[in-house]
């Protein structure tokens, strides 16, 4: 069974940077394509970015694209989302999410087969 082990998320001000990881079980940091999503109160679910299971391809969504670089640290088996110039209306639960399927990376917007739990990341003003 997959699971998926968010950190990092925490209370944060308006323009710092935040860095999400993800850790995958078993073998599926290096047989799953790997992304981010993120959802809000009262919105959709929202995708982030999705990185290849060999990390050599990344593809973002418009609105996070510029400031946020998701990537794979091989040395810790884990999927990180590093974000920049967070904004208030970046406030919401952020998931990691995996894919055996190896598609090509945007047509994962709509979502991945495994979940975590989530990660709350707050930006105030």
């Known amino acids: 069974q997959v699971q998926l082990a968010e950190s990092g998320g925490r209370l944060v001000q308006a323009g710092d940077s935040l860095r999400l990881s993800c850790a995958p079980s078993?073998?599926?940091?290096?047989?799953?394509?790997m992304g981010w999503f993120r959802q809000a109160p009262g919105n959709e679910r929202e995708f982030l970015a999705a990185?290849?299971?060999?990390?050599?391809?990344?593809y973002y969504g418009d609105s996070v694209k510029g400031r946020f670089t998701i990537s794979k640290d091989n040395a810790k088996n884990t999927v990180d989302l590093q974000m920049t110039s967070l904004k208030t209306e970046d406030t919401a639960t952020y998931y990691c999410?995996?894919?055996?399927?190896?598609?090509?990376?945007?047509?994962?917007?709509?979502?991945?087969?495994?979940w975590g739990e989530g990660t709350l990341v707050t930006v105030s003003s």
């Open positions: 999410a995996a894919d055996p399927r190896k598609l090509l990376l945007h047509r994962y917007t709509d979502g991945m087969k495994y």
């Open positions: 078993g073998r599926t940091f290096s047989t799953n394509d």
């Open positions: 990185i290849s299971w060999t990390g050599l391809n990344t």
